[in-house]
């Protein structure tokens, strides 16, 4: 017997041999695959397409089929959270707004939300003001939806799917523009209201929208629902069903396509969404397809919310009317949208010594907020965005922390790839929609 670096073997009175940890050796050996056995482990991104740019995945596979896999991410950290503690309380509103930036409406809401709790006048908000935040995030919803029905269609090899999507999503930020003066990263939705009123232009352009998406997600079905390899690529493909979606944290359309029917908008109202009426789709599978086909739904009912919004637009004010607070949607913007109007002007530098006062305390420091902290949460399109807030008194926000659904579904994905094939991991990863910037606020 010779004694290796690896084993030391001896030879027992039965003429089998062992090793020193006392495994039957041939019994090993002959359980050994010494091809298909051999794993590797390679990263998969951080690239575009598939893994969203900025995401890393490293897989252990061995073949074709996934034995491990993690998610790295933070190449996009951008420090948002912590930048909020250095600036005044509506400015918090420009920050929050590009995290995630496919859902600028949605970040901003929360925030506003949270900052009026802690200011104890979610009461005071304006009807018209509500009306418009519902208004907004619906065709927020609408819009995300498509960019990832836009985004997986050609990860999975339907290109066309791609260009329909965006060409629909650019409808959205055409009306976006129209409203806010910017198709992304608003800084609209504001504590204690909402920063400027709905044009009339914009209605006309929200009803011809509603008029024309029924039969473009008509088309996207006719695409993509019977095609062959779209239905091979998506059912029965990275499954989840609802007791791991709800043991790892996951929610939003992915938790529903388990055939779980939790939506915030439903089993925690807030913006009144109590008093409009819509379903909540769900789907038993918890597979690719279920996603698919929850996400279409849910555009679906978005519409009818967005229809029930605009049919509950009555004038009126759309900020509180506290003036501490109101700014800066009570100043009068210029002819050339870059500033504020010569007779506002006039008004506070020359004949009202209160109001020059009150705007240049506003400027500099902003509102002070009484000290507390509060947890909001909404209905985002990737799940519960939550909003963590804590005020030590002053201007400024000691802490914002926001509870991401990007962030939290991502832990869902080995769970998902593990012990199917690599080329599933794209299909997987898609259909929980991350979008980085959330992730790695």
Request: hydrophobic residues 40%; aromatic residues 8%; glycine residues 10%.
């Given at each position: 017997?010779?004694?290796?670096?690896?084993?030391?073997?001896?030879?027992?009175?039965?003429?089998?041999?062992?090793?020193?940890?006392?495994?039957?050796?041939?019994?090993?050996?002959?359980?050994t695959?010494?091809?298909?056995?051999?794993?590797?482990?390679?990263?998969?991104?951080?690239?575009h397409?598939?893994?969203?740019?900025?995401?890393?995945?490293?897989?252990?596979?061995?073949?074709?089929?996934?034995?491990?896999?993690?998610?790295?991410?933070?190449?996009?950290?951008?420090?948002?959270?912590?930048?909020?503690?250095?600036r005044?309380?509506?400015?918090?509103?420009?920050?929050?707004?590009?995290?995630?930036?496919?859902?600028?409406?949605?970040?901003?809401t929360?925030?506003?939300?949270?900052?009026?709790?802690?200011?104890?006048?979610?009461?005071?908000?304006?009807?018209?003001?509500?009306?418009?935040?519902?208004?907004?995030?619906?065709?927020?919803?609408?819009?995300?939806?498509?960019?990832?029905?836009?985004?997986?269609?050609?990860?999975l090899g339907?290109?066309?799917?791609?260009?329909?999507?965006?060409?629909?999503?650019?409808?959205?930020?055409?009306?976006?523009?129209?409203i806010?003066?910017?198709?992304?990263?608003?800084?609209?939705?504001?504590?204690?209201?909402?920063?400027q009123?709905?044009?009339?232009?914009?209605?006309?352009?929200?009803?011809?929208?509603?008029?024309?998406?029924?039969?473009?997600?008509?088309?996207?079905?006719?695409?993509?629902?019977?095609?062959?390899i779209?239905?091979?690529?998506?059912?029965?493909?990275?499954?989840?069903?609802?007791?791991?979606?709800?043991?790892?944290?996951?929610t939003?359309?992915?938790?529903?396509?388990a055939g779980?029917?939790?939506?915030?908008?439903?089993?925690?109202?807030?913006?009144?969404?109590?008093?409009?009426?819509?379903?909540?789709?769900?789907?038993?599978d918890?597979?690719v397809?279920?996603?698919?086909?929850?996400?279409?739904?849910?555009?679906?009912?978005?519409?009818?919310?967005?229809?029930?919004?605009?049919?509950?637009?009555?004038?009126?004010?759309?900020m509180?009317a506290?003036?501490?607070?109101?700014?800066?949607?009570?100043?009068a913007?210029?002819?050339?949208?870059?500033?504020?109007?010569?007779?506002?002007?006039?008004?506070?530098?020359?004949?009202?010594?209160e109001?020059?006062?009150?705007?240049f305390?506003?400027?500099?420091?902003?509102?002070?907020?009484?000290?507390?902290?509060?947890?909001?949460?909404?209905e985002?399109?990737?799940?519960?965005?939550?909003?963590?807030?804590?005020?030590?008194?002053?201007?400024?926000?000691?802490?914002?922390?926001?509870?991401?659904?990007?962030?939290?579904n991502?832990?869902?994905?080995?769970?998902?790839?593990?012990?199917?094939?690599?080329?599933?991991?794209?299909?997987g990863?898609a259909?929980?929609?991350?979008v980085?910037?959330?992730?790695?606020?």
């Amino acid at each position: 017997m010779t004694t290796s670096n690896y084993a030391s073997e001896h030879e027992t009175d039965e003429g089998r041999v062992f090793t020193v940890t006392g495994g039957d050796w041939d019994t090993i050996v002959s359980g050994t695959d010494p091809i298909n056995d051999e794993r590797i482990v390679v990263n998969m991104g951080p690239q575009h397409p598939s893994t969203h740019g900025v995401l890393r995945l490293i897989l252990e596979l061995e073949g074709e089929t996934v034995r491990e896999a993690r998610s790295v991410v933070g190449y996009l950290h951008t420090g948002i959270e912590k930048n909020l503690e250095y600036r005044n309380w509506v400015q918090g509103s420009t920050f929050v707004t590009r995290m995630d930036y496919l859902a600028p409406i949605f970040n901003e809401t929360g925030y506003a939300l949270a900052v009026e709790k802690l200011l104890g006048i979610t009461d005071d908000i304006t009807e018209r003001a509500t009306t418009i935040r519902v208004l907004m995030m619906e065709l927020n919803r609408i819009s995300s939806h498509l960019v990832w029905l836009a985004t997986t269609g050609m990860e999975l090899g339907a290109i066309s799917i791609m260009l329909y999507g965006f060409r629909e999503r650019e409808y959205i930020l055409d009306i976006f523009e129209t409203i806010t003066g910017l198709r992304m990263n608003h800084a609209y939705v504001r504590p204690g209201g909402v920063a400027q009123d709905v044009p009339d232009d914009a209605i006309r352009k929200i009803r011809e929208f509603l008029k024309v998406m029924p039969k473009k997600l008509k088309e996207y079905e006719d695409l993509l629902s019977g095609q062959p390899i779209w239905t091979e690529r998506t059912k029965n493909v990275a499954v989840l069903d609802v007791t791991g979606c709800v043991a790892l944290g996951v929610t939003g359309p992915v938790l529903r396509s388990a055939g779980l029917a939790w939506d915030l908008r439903k089993t925690m109202p807030y913006c009144g969404y109590e008093t409009y009426e819509f379903d909540v789709p769900t789907h038993p599978d918890g597979d690719v397809w279920g996603r698919y086909q929850v996400r279409l739904a849910e555009i679906r009912e978005s519409m009818k919310l967005v229809e029930q919004a605009l049919d509950r637009l009555k004038p009126g004010p759309v900020m509180v009317a506290d003036r501490k607070i109101a700014w800066p949607a009570q100043l009068a913007i210029g002819v050339d949208g870059m500033g504020n109007s010569l007779e506002h002007v006039a008004k506070i530098m020359g004949q009202s010594m209160e109001s020059l006062i009150h705007h240049f305390k506003l400027v500099t420091e902003g509102f002070r907020v009484p000290p507390g902290q509060v947890y909001v949460a909404i209905e985002a399109p990737r799940g519960e965005l939550g909003v963590h807030a804590v005020s030590d008194g002053g201007t400024r926000p000691y802490r914002v922390h926001y509870r991401e659904p990007s962030f939290v579904n991502l832990q869902a994905l080995p769970a998902m790839a593990e012990g199917g094939l690599i080329a599933d991991v794209i299909a997987g990863g898609a259909s929980l929609d991350p979008v980085m910037g959330g992730c790695d606020r």
